[in-house]
């Protein structure tokens, strides 16, 4: 397992924009699929974003399409989570979260919570109108 730690967040006006970054002490980091989620107020937790280890590819839960980027850089161990425009409705605590290392996760699985076995403390984002 890997040792996630976030960074980033906090309160907001709408329309703004916020990145955060997700540091792991393990070296296995780019053998990993991470992703992130979050929980809304009174919700559960939801996938927003995946990102897979080497190629790069990424997926997206459909609300956050066009305005949320993630990204990796298997150097530094770290994956990030830029947002842009920014709403109340994401408001929400955002988590990132990692594989095991070398298992696969799919277009069809990256938003179950089973398939990752790390996940870092968590990080609030507060959008207010």
């Known amino acids: 397992q890997l040792q996630l730690v976030e960074l980033g967040g906090g309160p907001l006006q709408a329309g703004g924009s916020l990145g955060f970054s997700c540091a792991s002490s393990?070296?296995?980091?780019?053998?990993?699929?991470m992703s992130w989620f979050r929980q809304p107020p009174g919700k559960d937790r939801e996938g927003v974003a995946r990102i897979s280890p080497i190629i790069v590819e990424t997926y997206y839960t459909g609300a956050v399409k066009g305005q949320f980027t993630i990204s990796r850089d298997n150097a530094k161990a770290t994956v990030y989570l830029q947002m842009d425009g920014l709403e109340p409705e994401n408001t929400a605590m955002y988590y990132c979260a990692a594989a095991t290392r070398y298992v696969i996760v799919t277009s069809r699985n990256w938003y179950s919570e089973a398939q990752y076995s790390s996940w870092g403390q968590g990080t609030q984002v507060t959008v207010s109108s």
């Open positions: 393990g070296s296995t980091f780019s053998d990993c699929f």
